[in-house]
């Protein structure tokens, strides 16, 4: 076996190497996470989104929060985050009371208003993200399947 022969496989491997890294840092960002979605994972846009009942829950769980409603909050929410927003009523902390201003500056009181700024839904397995957008701000809700129905779990 002549010398040169030797070489090519020590040339070639890297050369594949570049290439893979060169594709990867080409590919899209969005194109990546799809191609790294589990199955059953789904992401929701524009209408469907709107209309999920993830967004509809969040949309309920956010008048009601403006309202301060806590029978409406307990029974849309996870027991941990329905212990969060009591605990925060009853001392609330600098942090929870700019977060909830913001909120309640931000986004419409109407709920189809409310309706409107939901952007995205995203499903993974018991885990859901609600995206809405102001012109302010990105809002996230985040909700887990309980026994079957989504909670509020967080925001």
């Keep these: 076996m002549r010398p040169s022969m030797l070489r090519r496989p020590v040339v070639i491997v890297p050369a594949i190497l570049i290439l893979i890294v060169v594709a990867i840092a080409v590919v899209k960002r969005d194109l990546i996470a799809g191609l790294i979605l589990r199955s059953g994972d789904t992401t929701l846009t524009d209408e469907a989104a709107r209309n999920s009942p ?9 008048v009601a929060f403006r309202a301060m409603d806590m029978d409406a ?15 925060e009523t009853a001392q609330p902390s ?6 909830r ?11 189809a208003a409310l309706q409107s700024k939901i952007k ?9 993200v609600v995206l809405a957008e ?5 809002w996230f809700v985040q909700l887990d399947l309980v026994d079957g129905s989504w909670k509020v779990a967080g925001f």
Excluded: C, W, Y
């Design 94 to 99: 600098a942090e929870f009371q700019e977060i």
């Design 101 to 111: 201003t913001m909120m309640l500056e931000d986004l419409p009181a109407d709920p």
């Design 134 to 138: 102001t012109q302010a701000n990105s």
């Design 73 to 87: 909050i307990s029974r849309l929410a996870t027991p941990e985050q329905v212990a969060r927003i009591q605990q």
């Design 120 to 128: 995205s839904v995203q499903v993974h397995g018991n885990r859901a």
């Design 54 to 62: 993830q967004a509809k829950l969040t949309i309920e769980f956010l």
